[in-house]
């Protein structure tokens, strides 16, 4: 069965520090690569995604993802942490064949910043 | 522009009573999505629609119900809740199918 993987279910940083969240996914045809952020109390907003061409993708707030398909592979990243990027980060994946609706998403990585 | 709605909040039930979780948007999006998020265990689709009429299962429909009878309405029904749909529950729509965008705020359900 299809699966996506997020390597860690907590991170704590210091603000000002690089944040890299994993991301695997278990699928081997082609996707499509989603990145969802929850603000405490508040709704899933979409981060980034990506559907093709440059693997590297940028999204709000500073983000950014690559993917490396000979991983399957979509690790999110921050080159400097603020402490209003505390939040659940979930990665998401879309294969993108026959029953190409149904989107999976990871357990989640709670990132705690500290001011 | 509301984006979508979900209505109620939080409620809790009896084991065996039934409910309908409502699910409004006005973006007039034809895809539409219900999920379940469970402590550690991320989102679980639990049926989808990809327009007025069209429905079909997710990843852990049973015990649920769906219906998009118009482009704006997508209800989730529990007919005989049980403690394990104790959760919170997600409605969300999009403009592409797959690639749920727009997340209304979640009812948090208690099953006792």
């Known amino acids: 069965a299809q699966s996506v993987s997020q390597h860690n279910h907590h991170v704590i940083l210091s603000e000002a520090a690089s944040l890299e969240l994993g991301c695997n996914y278990s699928?081997?045809?082609?996707?499509?690569l989603f990145w969802y952020v929850q603000y405490p109390g508040q709704h899933l907003q979409l981060l980034l995604k990506?559907?093709?061409?440059?693997?590297l993708v940028k999204g709000i707030k500073g983000f950014e993802a690559e993917f490396i398909k000979s991983k399957f592979s979509f690790n999110l990243r921050k080159p400097s942490v603020q402490w209003s990027d505390t939040a659940e980060y979930f990665c998401a994946v879309n294969p993108t064949g026959a029953g190409g609706f149904k989107t999976i998403f990871g357990a989640g990585t709670r990132l705690f910043v500290k001011a | 522009n509301a984006g979508v709605t979900q209505t109620p909040k939080f409620r809790i039930l009896k084991i065996g009573q039934s409910m309908t979780l409502q699910c409004t948007q006005d973006m007039n999006h034809n895809y539409m999505y219900w999920y379940r998020q469970d402590p550690g265990m991320g989102l679980k689709l639990i049926y989808y629609?990809?327009?007025?009429?069209?429905?079909d299962k997710g990843e852990v429909p049973n015990g649920y119900n769906v219906s998009r009878s118009t482009t704006e309405d997508f209800p989730l029904r529990l007919e005989l809740a049980a403690p394990s749909q104790t959760s919170v529950y997600f409605c969300?729509?999009?403009?592409?199918?797959?690639?749920?965008?727009?997340f209304g705020d979640g009812t948090r359900l208690s099953i006792l």
């Open positions: 990506y559907f093709s061409g440059d693997p």
């Open positions: 969300a729509s999009s403009l592409e199918g797959g690639q749920p965008q727009h």
């Open positions: 699928y081997g045809g082609t996707v499509n």
């Open positions: 629609s990809v327009g007025a009429g069209i429905t």
